[in-house]
């Protein structure tokens, strides 16, 4: 999920190898000495992850009892939570306090078209598949155009195949598993007018994520620190009432506090 840096201003990521196969003194001493060091700690964790990780963060937060840790599981696929990831990197570079900057991964997961080609979409579950794609995947050398985020779509490949893609101007990054095409990078970069394309190592994550490993893993996004920056202070900021840090949106990543009920908001229940 550490990409390399996307400029000279992406800071380092800190990656937490099998969290929930260590001791548990040891993960929680790890977690202690990132908020020791930098005064708080935003957990980026794919949702293929085993529910042991998930269990195992929730217990570090709870008996460290600290409000510093934010854990974010957005509903994206690796590659592309990989490319969130790194654009939260990059931000931390810039004057956002802590509160901001953990809230900036809901609102800039918006702007990540993320999906992949398949040569099976039988095990599939992240996105719809009818039946008639199910018995289709079973036909020799069929692929599949599928994107999981921001909209579900699937295609099978052909000619004239496409995936609504952004209307923005973006990049795309591409990891590669066990499937030969050009199909994501000679056909759909062009159609979605992509500025730039990179390579990256397939996820891990991904082959669980998408049901098999004959994939070509893909994901569009916006590469450039200043727009990020601009849509992120753009927001209308607020402070939450019960830590006290400043967010944007309507609950606080730190401590899950959501703002209070106004007088007129009681009368109205």
């Keep these: 999920m550490a990409l390399p840096p996307q400029d000279e201003r992406t800071l380092p990521a800190v990656v937490l190898p099998d969290l929930d196969k260590q001791p548990l003194d040891q993960a929680l001493a790890g977690l202690q000495s990132l908020i020791d ?26 008996l460290l009892e600290s409000d510093r840790i934010a854990l974010f599981r957005p509903d994206l696929p690796p ?8 654009q939260l990197r990059q931000l931390a570079s810039c004057d956002l306090s802590p509160g901001v900057l953990a809230s900036a991964g ?6 990540i078209h993320a999906g992949a080609l398949l040569g099976s979409v039988a095990r599939l579950d992240r996105v719809p598949v009818g039946l008639k794609s199910h018995a289709k ?16 779509q699937l295609v099978k490949i052909g000619p004239g195949a496409t995936l609504a893609g952004p209307e923005f101007g973006t990049w795309m990054l591409v990891g590669k598993g066990q499937l030969q095409s ?3 990078t000679a056909t759909l970069a062009k159609q979605w007018n992509v500025q730039g394309l990179r390579e990256a ?28 920056y ?16 400043d967010v944007i949106g309507d609950r606080c990543v730190f401590c899950s506090a959501t703002p209070p009920l106004t007088e007129n908001q009681i009368t109205a229940g």
Excluded at 79 to 86: D, E, H, I, T
Excluded at 137 to 152: D, K, N, R
Aim: charged share 15%; with cysteine; glycine share 8%.
């Design 182 to 184: 050009d199909w994501v």
């Design 79 to 86: 590659l592309g939570l990989a490319v969130l990831a790194r």
């Design 106 to 111: 809901r609102l800039l997961t918006h702007y």
């Design 37 to 62: 060091q930098h005064g708080h700690v935003i957990v980026v964790c794919s949702q293929a992850v085993s529910r042991g990780v998930e269990r195992r963060l929730h217990t570090i937060r709870s």
């Design 201 to 228: 190592p397939l996820p891990a994550e991904s082959s669980l994520w998408w049901g098999t490993g004959k994939l070509i893993e893909f994901a569009a996004f916006l590469p450039d620190l200043s727009v990020l």
């Design 230 to 245: 601009q849509l992120v202070t753009s927001v209308r900021q607020s402070t939450c009432h019960w830590c006290g840090i």
């Design 137 to 152: 995947s079973w036909v020799p050398g069929s692929q599949f155009g599928v994107l999981a985020h921001p909209e579900p």
